[in-house]
């Protein structure tokens, strides 16, 4: 789950931290081999490619899983994904945007709808609630980047639109068609990122009450354990006191 940085305490949650970190690794490796697949397999030649590597080694994932990755597109044995967005409502009025990445577009339609349906949401046709949302790129440091002053800084100077800093690290957004240059910026002033990567920022966020929050949660944890399942965004909004009763 991402989209803002509110929903840091959400995205930190589990502890199942063995199985997250399979889950993400199992992620970047899906995209860098796509990426690889689609374009060249050399990074430095491949934009998207680089991104999704630069956000590997973010997430500390080890070299020879990305050379596996990589590999793997141009054995003739990774699997054809396409690429879907789906769209729909959650408890309480929620916007959520589901993106996957997948070998059975069959397969993944009926898993999502039936989440959405098990947890008392709704599928929608695309574009039903993605106008609620802005298409903008997100870059995520480390505390140790540097202090919230000299991140905003480096922020202005790369041209970013906004910086969001807390004890959690630092959250740099940008128009989506500067992500590139921004990145480069940045990566100049604070070394790489240990994300870079566009995203679904919702434009307001939806209040919800107990109840209703432990429903939602139920229905992004579903949706993020599935597979195919690479990004999930919504708009909700929970309060801290309503987390801490969750756990």
């Known amino acids: 789950m991402a989209g803002h940085s509110k929903f840091k305490n959400i995205m930190h949650r589990k502890g199942r931290q063995d199985a997250v970190r399979s889950k993400l690794f199992s992620r970047l490796s899906k995209e860098i081999t796509v ?22 080694k973010g997430q500390s994932m080890p070299k020879d899983n ?13 699997a054809d994904y396409s690429e879907i967005r789906y769209e729909g409502y959650g408890p309480g009025g929620t916007a959520i945007i589901v993106e996957v990445l997948t070998d059975n577009k069959n397969r993944s339609a009926a898993n999502v709808r039936s989440y959405f ?5 709704s599928m929608g046709e695309t574009g039903s609630v993605s106008f609620m949302f802005d298409r903008v790129g997100e ?7 540097g202090d919230a002053d000299a991140v905003m800084e480096a922020g202005i100077e790369a041209g970013a639109d906004d910086v969001e800093s807390d004890e959690d690290g630092h959250t740099i957004i940008c128009a989506f068609e500067d992500l590139s240059e921004v990145s480069k910026g940045l990566e100049e002033a604070l070394g790489e990122a240990e994300s870079v990567k566009t995203i679904w920022k919702p434009q307001n966020l939806v209040e919800v009450n107990e109840e209703k929050a432990g429903t939602i949660m139920k229905l992004m ?6 597979d195919d399942v690479q990004n999930v965004y ?3 909004d929970i309060s801290e006191e309503i987390m801490a009763k969750l756990g």
């Not at 990426?35 to 590997?56: E, F, I, S, T």
């Not at 349906?117 to 949401?121: A, S």
């Open 35 to 56: 990426a690889a697949k689609m374009g060249d397999p050399d990074p430095d030649k491949n934009p998207r490619l680089r991104l999704a590597v630069q956000n590997a």
């Open 66 to 78: 990305i050379a596996r990755a990589i590999a793997k597109s141009q054995g003739g044995d990774g």
């Open 117 to 121: 349906t098990k947890y008392g949401g």
């Open 139 to 145: 870059l995520v440091y480390k505390p140790e980047a």
């Open 221 to 226: 944890d579903a949706l993020e354990d599935d």
């Open 234 to 236: 919504s708009n909700f």
